[in-house]
């Protein structure tokens, strides 16, 4: 009869793996810190969008009141109505001028909110490999122990 005889081979972890974990920490850092600066930089553009807008309303209704009481003035002078109009004219061009700068701050702010989705997205795809490796290096420490420890053995993910 012959003995039987078990030989366990650890494979050792190459030297690249451990800063392929250091740089994946750096890669989520920087991830990190990007989607705060898109943050940051998304509120400050909607500040700016809701004071052009409240700028741009009030802009609206002065020029329709400043409309309404040229068309009820019937003894004004002729230069005083030309004058009016002209004024009125400036008023509706900035109202204009106002809303072709909010359709563009608009577009701005949806592009941001887009790079800001593909950067969370990246940074959870970064997460989710953290987290294989951690549990890959989880499993090849289980597979050294005995099997009474190994039943002991919890995996968790801090």
Request: hydrophobic share 30%.
């Amino acid at each position: 009869m012959s003995a039987r005889q078990v030989i366990i081979v650890e494979v050792a972890p190459s030297p690249n793996e451990h800063y392929e974990h250091l740089s994946l920490e750096g890669k989520i850092d920087r991830a990190d810190s990007k989607i705060e600066g898109l943050r940051s930089e998304m509120s400050s553009l909607d500040q700016e969008i809701h004071k052009l807008d409240r700028k741009t309303k009030k802009l609206e209704k002065s020029n329709e009141r400043f409309e309404d009481v040229l068309y009820r003035e019937k003894w004004a002078s002729r230069r005083a109505l030309l004058s009016g109009f002209e004024t009125l004219k400036r008023g509706e061009k900035t109202c204009l001028e106002n809303e072709k700068q909010l359709a563009e701050m608009d577009l701005k702010s949806l592009e941001l909110r887009k790079e800001l989705r593909e950067w969370e997205v990246y940074r959870e795809e970064l997460k989710a490999s953290q987290e294989e490796i951690r549990f890959d290096e989880w499993m090849r420490r289980e597979e050294g122990l005995a099997y009474e420890d190994w039943k002991k053995s919890k995996y968790s993910r801090d």
